[in-house]
């Protein structure tokens, strides 16, 4: 089979198109013919070394979630069959023409979407679930602060929080207001001219929000703290803008009683990885439809120009999800 390998760590250029062998199948696995795969940060992560090691202990090759046909089934596996249209979150191999799959972690695709609709649900959606639902208690009628809202992770928990019923307030830069006011955004901060912390305090009367979901990391963390609400909760995602420096108001933590949550799915084990995409299959797959929640895609490129594909989101470029086709 066709699959995007590596040989050293590097810029985009070291991804190349080769012939590898197909995934060997476990009693546990599906096997899949890969019609669309996601892009993630965490693939580049991966192709600069940042995890200190070329895996994620289940492939040699990149690549985190899937969309395609079964093609084989282990030995212990329920419920799927060939020929069923799946996708889900893989432990690496996605950028191949045939990935396996833990059918734990596998869903059905629903029938109103198509191959690539489908590669860009599961690590955004469900890692939005965990941060906005299971850990941060979003409930209807609080309001809730996401950061890059015009982002895979934010997007999504834009949608699921509007869903939800929740007050959705979003840092976005300006080119992408009307989208994400589309996802379900009450009230859009253009986090390049004006400072987030400052417009909360205007739009909650200096109340502060109730929720906080965060990809940005130092810069952030002192002004998150300073706009939470009594009982307010943070979730740190992400670590884009780096983590030297971090002030924490302890202070303010003391007296408003605050919440402060890490998560990265990555570092789970595998039964916390089970249960987390079977939360969120339980609660959101079947809202996915014409009417209902949809994934933001950004543009779509072929397996082979992988490198063209993780150029585009290190520029900076995508609003919404990056996929490729195989």
Known sequence: MKAITFDQFGPAEVLTLTEVAEPVLRPQDLLVRTRAAGVNRADLTHRRGGYGRPDFGDSTLMGLEIAGDVIAVGAEVSGYKVGDRVMGIVG???????????????????????????????????????????????????????????????????????????????????????????????YVIDYVHEDFATVVDS??????????????????????????NFGGRLVQIGIMGGIENAKIPLDRLLYRHLQIFGTVMKSRSQEVKHAMSQRFRERWLSEFGKEGL??????????????AAHQRMEEGLNVGKIVLTA
């Open 92 to 186: 690496g191999g996605a950028y191949a023409e045939v990935a396996r799959i833990d059918y734990r972690m596998a869903m059905p695709i629903p029938d109103s979407l198509n191959y690539v609709q489908a590669a860009a649900i599961t690590e955004v959606f469900v890692t939005a679930n965990e941060a906005l639902v299971n850990l941060g208690k979003l409930q209807a009628g609080e309001t809730v602060l996401i950061h890059a809202g015009a982002g895979g992770v934010g997007g999504a928990a834009v949608q699921l929080a509007h869903a939800i019923g929740a007050t959705v307030i979003t840092t976005a830069q300006a080119s992408a207001h009307q989208l994400v006011r589309r996802m379900g955004a009450d």
């Open 203 to 228: 739009l909650t009367e200096k109340r502060g929000v109730d929720l906080i979901l965060d990809f940005i990391g130092a810069p952030y963390f002192e002004r998150n703290v300073n706009a939470l």
């Open 294 to 307: 949809a994934p933001i895609i950004d543009s779509v490129y072929p397996l082979a120009e992988a490198a």
